[in-house]
């Protein structure tokens, strides 16, 4: 498995990896479009960015949330697809069923389907559980953009919105793997981060016919907003870079784990995890 500290960065004047992030802002600075386009300049990659949503939001929580323009969201895939060109994406908040079935149109309309890689991060609440989608978008998540997942990597709350499954061990997990897998992308993600019971951070991979384990040290820190996007969005820079799903997965686990061990308060609430840990060597 290949550490952390050896993502390749780019030589200087040479055009980098070219990645995308679909997802909201986070004006505290924590987690979203903010979290991932600091991971996606940590890891050696350009970073692209459609936003679907605008939050009021700071360490105590999110106050409120104001939807892009479908239109909008479209044009910023379309405008970056057809000039920089884009060699891995991810996804975060996406607010609305009309946003993700925009998403999933343009995606198909612009050639994206089938040869870029896409993580689906199935953002459903933020780390204090306000709602960060509207419930009646759960069935367009499940039936129109996850089937188009290179990758999904819920947590364990999403686990339970999207199949039903409540996660409470080995098995569980197992299972809710199989689940997620049956809704049709190519590889399911369960992450055992909210598993609070055991020592370690255990999160299982599954393709539908294998299961591959990583597992940290659970760091005993209150600050881990952003956590969830951080993990997806050095997993998307790790696929750009030409990584295979597992090995991608593997060098995110580290990097996270890194970045929790780093992370800092800020606010009177949940402070993040520290994105730029690398530069702390």
């Known amino acids: 498995m290949t550490d952390a500290r050896d993502l390749p960065l780019s030589a200087p004047g040479q ?8 997802a909201g802002s986070d004006s505290g600075g924590s987690a979203g479009l903010q979290a991932d386009m600091r ?3 940590m890891l050696g990659v350009h970073g692209c960015a459609a936003l679907t949503a605008v939050t ?37 908040m996406l607010a609305s069923s009309a946003i993700i079935q925009t998403i999933v149109a343009t995606w198909r309309s612009e050639g994206l389907d089938g040869t870029v890689p896409l993580v689906v991060d199935p953002v459903c609440a933020s780390n204090v559980g306000e709602p960060l989608l509207h419930p009646n978008a759960l069935d367009a998540m499940r039936d129109e953009l996850i089937p ?25 997990q197992r299972e809710a793997a199989r689940a997620l897998h049956a809704l ?21 991979l599954f393709d539908g016919s294998e299961f591959h384990q990583f597992a940290a040290h659970r760091v005993d820190t ?23 799903v597992p090995e991608a997965v593997g060098f995110a ?9 780093a992370a800092y308060p800020i606010g009177r609430g949940h402070g993040p995890v520290n994105g730029m840990a690398r530069l702390l060597r």
């Open 184 to 204: 049709g992308p190519q590889w399911a993600l369960v992450k055992g981060g909210h598993l609070r019971t055991s020592q370690t951070s255990s999160d299982l």
């Open 15 to 22: 055009t980098p990896r070219r990645v995308m992030t679909i």
């Open 253 to 261: 686990k580290l990097w996270i784990t890194e970045c929790i061990r």
């Open 39 to 41: 991971t996606f300049a």
């Open 56 to 92: 009021v939001q700071n360490s105590l929580g999110v106050r409120a949330f104001h939807e892009v323009p479908t239109d909008i969201v479209a044009g910023q895939i379309s405008a970056v697809a057809s000039d920089i060109g884009i060699e891995a994406a991810k996804t975060g």
């Open 222 to 244: 209150p600050h881990d907003h952003g956590a969830g996007d951080t993990l997806a969005a050095a997993i998307t820079a790790a696929l750009a870079h030409g990584y295979r």
């Open 148 to 172: 188009l997942a290179t990758l999904v990597t819920p947590n364990l709350d999403e686990v339970r919105l999207l199949v039903g499954i409540d996660v409470v061990d080995d098995t569980t």
